[in-house]
């Protein structure tokens, strides 16, 4: 500024202290500081310039000198009557507002009220600031001194105290812009831009904040909104269904967003979503979600992603709106889920009922729902909820839910990898192998009783392994390899060696002929082992002791010879469960009178006979397991047997025998082998089997099928529960002890709490269950309690 | 007489009308003292000053955005050419990155000059 520098070359001046020097030509001219205005002079310019503002106010200002003006103002404010120009320049303003503006505006409260009411307005604007600038210097002095309203400020006041705080006018202005927002909604085009002036108008009369456009218009117009809304979204709601009643928000609020920016204030914006998003969603999501035929559960059950893509959206601006998404899901999914779970236990029909039985469901589909299940919902979940987090917790915990339920899903998830991993199923590529695997991990992760998943898991691939049935060996590797990954190393050790065992077998295999050949002779028979390692393969608690035909015994003691000479130290004893024989059988055909014959032969005994034999003698190859050879070899000896004589003779034990003999005699009539006399559904000790010389059939070689169930009977199932109890037993001790080792000393909730905690990959330890192995443990002396406190547990080394 | 200024932007009046004074978009304002000397400088370095600048592009039609001349009754001839050198010294070293050299006011001049600098908001 030049007047800074003017400041420092004057104080520079000063301190040199004194002006004249020799030269005549530098003296300092000061002018005379003008004379003390009289009060005659003050009076007279204070008119003058009272008479100016009335001319700008009146649009004269043409022919005005700004010069003069400023410089009359600048001069009295020197002159020390900045008060008396600032009063002086009030009342002029004031009472030209007063007396011509107020008049103006009270006569047109019709059609033209808001023109009126702008133009005043932007009159007077225009006015202040022409009259701020030839006031300038007395705003920048006199008022910074008194610390007094600035002059444009001071002429906003006014306006607003003596027009818009009058007659009613703030009232009837708000009437007239809350009827033109009303005819907008209602489809009437308005001239908006008039809205907007008078909003800008409020929020500028506010001078320091934005109070009076506040009470005046905005406050107003929110509860109109509201109420408008109120209204209509009941009946979008009586006429609609939830599809159509999100678009109609949409676009309410897309509209009223619209009209927001277009002529209200930037700060209502907000305001104005927050009433419409409280008003037509909060209000009513639980009613639209919970629409029969239209809401959420319909939208699932169509796949109706567009609409559930919307309907999330919408709910997303509120709080708690993805709250009722998510519970209404959660009961969709949820009864989805247990329905199906229901099904595969067969709740529901009476189980005795054999058709009920029959209706339960297979297992293996059931895992396949499942698994279809949950690709449903993630597609839902990318689609039209955007992976949001709160959605994708929700499927989870609901999938835990009731997947567990079923307390046989362990087992049940392990036959449906088998049946994908077994030889004879449609053949699937690479791509569809590892995605079939994934999903399964994905199931495998919802199980909270793994270890009892781990069981199943060995005993089938157990089962795939001896009996060959694996369909590839890749893809049995890559599935223990995805099991490693999830739950460590510890899970996955058994079944690798069981691989390990499995690849020595050809091996052994070619040795054992070397052997044979080197010792010629001896076996009657092509026999083939498997030499598995013992605690590795899950097998029978006890392994059954059968009475081998004397064949097979001669050739599996030279096995042993072989064996344990070259590998010292070993022992093997035979496993008669899983493995299986090629016998040749010869069917004789059958006499017209075989009953009668039959009959004489129980009375007399065994007597040679001489059949007329009507057909030629049938030879046929028979594929079986080895209990089945072992009871039919018996046949050689006596025609006939009971159930009870073969029990006797062979020691096979009971169930297993009698699922052989329903094989062979009440099976498919291909698979008749034997003729079975004998009352009732299940085999009794009375019955009687005699072979079936009649049996015929095209094929050369026939395979025996049993009758399994691919799952686990009764017995069996409590058997293996039993052996998972037991294990817990011993993984909770080891965890218990593990944790005493490292704390020393522990409260009782604490350690049950840490037990859970490093169980919890592997199933849900139950706390009376802990409490017991607590105590086993202090009987045992592993842990002790402290004298002081019963509570607190320490260890014993 | 006072001398005229070879410093650019200020010609000496000579009472033409040269092609930049008239009409709203005129590039040159005349700035007569109280002695009736006429400064003629360019409109954009008058503007400097805070009264100028209201007085010529401020909503209101006065006089002098008319003829584009403004009247200063109070300030004297030697006075205004120091003024319209300040302007021209503003705006030529603000936001420069040279070197800006002191603004050379004479002490006879400094305090008529100061109270015109109050006058004139700059």
């Known amino acids: ?797 | 007489q006072a001398s005229i200024n070879s410093c650019s932007g200020i010609m000496s009046s000579q009472g033409s009308e040269h092609g930049g004074l008239v009409g709203p978009d005129a590039q040159y304002v005349r700035l007569i003292s109280s002695d009736g000397h006429e400064f003629i400088i360019k409109k954009e370095l008058a503007l400097t000053s805070g009264t100028i600048k209201a007085m010529l592009s401020g909503p209101g039609q006065y006089a002098e955005n008319e003829n584009n001349e403004v009247n200063f009754r109070e300030i004297p001839s030697h006075v205004l050419q120091k003024v319209c050198q300040y302007f021209t010294y503003k705006v030529r070293y603000t936001n420069s990155a040279t070197e800006i050299p002191e603004f050379q006011i004479a002490p006879e001049v400094a305090l008529e000059l100061l109270m015109a600098a109050n006058f004139l908001d700059c």
């Not at chain 1, 967003?257 to 009433?275: I, P, S």
């Not at chain 1, 097998?539 to 097979?552: F, M």
């Not at chain 1, 093997?572 to 009178?593: E, H, M, Q």
Request: aromatic share 8%.
């Open chain 1, 1 to 797: 500024y030049l007047d800074m520098s003017l400041a420092n070359t004057l104080s520079a001046m000063s301190r040199q202290g004194g002006a004249s020097s020799s030269t005549g030509t530098n003296r300092m001219r000061i002018r005379a500081f003008p004379t003390a205005m009289d009060e005659a002079y003050v009076d007279q310019t204070l008119t003058m310039l009272q008479t100016a503002i009335k001319e700008i106010q009146k649009k004269n200002n043409g022919g005005l000198s700004f010069e003069e003006l400023y410089r009359n103002a600048y001069t009295m404010v020197l002159h020390k009557h900045g008060e008396k120009l600032y009063n002086a320049l009030r009342d002029v303003v004031r009472q030209h507002l007063k007396d011509s503006i107020r008049k103006n505006v009270s006569a047109s409260m019709d059609d033209r009220f808001l023109t009126t009411l702008n133009s005043a307005w932007s009159e007077h604007t225009t006015a202040m600031v022409m009259i701020r600038d030839i006031f300038m210097y007395m705003d920048r002095v006199y008022v910074e001194q008194q610390k007094c309203e600035p002059v444009y400020n001071l002429g906003i006041g006014i306006f607003r105290d003596e027009i818009v705080r009058q007659d009613r006018v703030s009232d009837h202005l708000k009437k007239v812009l809350l009827d033109m927002v009303a005819d907008e909604r209602a489809g009437i085009t308005i001239k908006w831009d008039g809205i907007k002036t008078a909003c800008a108008m409020l929020v500028a009369l506010g001078i320091e904040n934005k109070h009076v456009y506040e009470v005046d218009f905005e406050a107003p117009f929110l509860k109109d909104t509201a109420e408008y809304y109120k209204a209509a979204s009941q009946k979008f709601l009586e006429e609609n269904c939830a599809s159509v009643y999100v678009q109609k928000v949409e676009t309410c609020i897309s509209d009223e967003t619209d009209r927001a920016m277009r002529y209200l204030d930037k700060d209502t914006k907000n305001k104005l979503l927050q009433v419409l998003e409280d008003v037509l969603v909060s209000q009513h999501m639980q009613t639209v979600v919970d629409m029969e035929n239209s809401g959420l559960k319909a939208m699932m059950r169509d796949d109706k992603v567009a609409e559930l893509r919307s309907l999330y959206h919408l709910l997303r601006r509120v709080p708690n709106g993805l709250n009722v998404m998510t519970s209404c899901m959660s009961e969709y999914l949820r009864s989805i889920g247990e329905k199906l779970v229901d099904d595969v236990e067969g709740v529901g029909t009476d189980a005795s009922d054999a058709a009920a039985a029959a209706a339960k469901k297979d297992p293996v589909k059931f895992i396949q729902e499942l698994i279809d299940l949950k690709d449903r919902f993630d597609h839902f979940l990318k689609d039209a909820f955007d992976n949001d987090s709160n959605f994708k917790n929700k499927i989870q915990s609901d999938f835990e839910f009731f997947f567990n339920k079923n307390k046989r899903s362990p087992e049940f998830l392990s036959l449906y990898i088998d049946d994908k991993l077994k030889k004879g199923q449609k053949c699937l590529n690479d791509n569809e192998m590892e995605s079939m695997l994934d999903r399964s991990m994905v199931l495998f992760r919802f199980l909270s009783e793994k270890d009892a998943f781990e069981k199943y898991y060995k005993q089938h691939v157990a089962k795939r392994l001896l009996l060959d049935k694996s369909v590839s060996d890749d893809a049995e590797k890559q599935m223990i390899t995805k099991l490693k990954t999830e739950c460590g190393c510890q899970f996955t050790q058994r079944l690798e060696s069981m691989f390990k065992d499995k690849e020595i077998w050809s091996t052994l295999q070619s040795n054992f002929k070397e052997y044979s050949a080197a010792h010629p002779g001896v076996l009657q028979m092509e026999v083939s082992v498997r030499v598995l390692t013992a605690g590795i393969w899950p097998t029978q608690s006890a392994a059954p002791q059968c009475v081998l035909p004397d064949s097979c015994q001669d050739a599996f003691d030279h096995f042993k010879n072989y064996y344990t000479g070259a590998h010292n130290g070993r022992k093997i004893t035979l496993n008669t469960l899983l493995g299986s024989a090629d016998i040749k059988a010869t069917f004789y055909g059958a006499t017209p009178n075989a009953d009668e014959l039959s009959q004489q032969e129980t009375e007399a005994g065994p007597s040679s006979r001489d059949p007329v034999p009507k057909r030629k003698e049938e030879h046929k190859i028979l594929q079986v397991n080895t209990h089945t050879m072992i009871l039919l070899m018996r046949f050689n000896i006596r025609p006939k047997f009971t159930f009870e004589q073969l029990k006797a003779d062979t020691q096979i034990p009971e169930r297993d025998l009698q699922r052989c003999l329903q094989s062979l005699s009440m099976g498919k009539p291909a698979q008749r082998i034997l003729l079975r006399k004998g009352k009732g559904k299940e085999i009794e000790d009375q019955d009687e089997f005699s072979v079936n010389d009649l049996y015929t059939s095209k094929l050369t070689r026939i395979r025996i099928q049993n009758i399994t169930n691919k799952s686990e009977t009764e017995p069996e199932r409590k058997e293996t529960r039993n052996k998972i109890d037991e294990d817990r037993k011993h993984e909770v001790e080891a965890a218990i002890v593990r944790i005493m080792k490292a704390r020393k000393s522990l409260q009782h909730n604490d350690l049950v709490v840490e037990v859970t905690e490093q169980l919890q990959s592997r199933f849900k330890p139950d706390p009376i269950l802990i409490k017991m192995r607590i105590e086993s443990l202090i009987e045992r002396e592993y842990i002790k309690r402290s004298e002081d406190n019963h509570r607190i547990y320490q260890y014993q080394a």
